[in-house]
């Protein structure tokens, strides 16, 4: 599943998806991330200026630290060049998100109780919210975002 050399300093612990690194000041370990996908409606090249911006809202939002927020990835729609979908790690401290951690993560992206400022990034979409950690809900919901024109956009929330 995820290979693990530790070192003193974490700066020799590697893991292989979906496992990522802790946060710095953590114990070295893998631990598995909650996935959150984002489409805001700003052109990439806008957007990449602002990816600590970003972090920095997010982590409010959700209660976490900065360090927790780790923005993995972005691309904008092949159609639709002046927006971005955003690919977001949330990590644990520990070895995973407890309950209640993850259900209050997860119903704050989903009532867009995070705060991300427009002027920024525009208005933004939650395209899917995604732990693959202790079971919270026994969730699955396939859906379509014609924003962003995916079908293959959902939540899953899935017990390991």
Known sequence: MHRLIES???S??????????????????CV???QVGLGVSVALYTFFPSVSELAQEIA????MKQSQVRIIGANAPSQQLEKTIVLIDLVPLGERFDNSTAFLTYQRFWKKQVVINP???GDYEVLYVRYLGKQFLNVKIFFSISFYSF???FIEVLHL
């Open 151 to 153: 079908s293959w956009i």
């Open 12 to 29: 020799t612990t590697v893991c292989t998806e979906p496992y990522t690194n802790t946060p710095p000041g953590s114990p070295c370990r």
């Open 8 to 10: 003193a300093d974490c």
């Open 60 to 63: 409010a939002g959700v209660f």
């Open 32 to 34: 598995l991330p909650m």
């Open 119 to 121: 002027s920024f990034f």
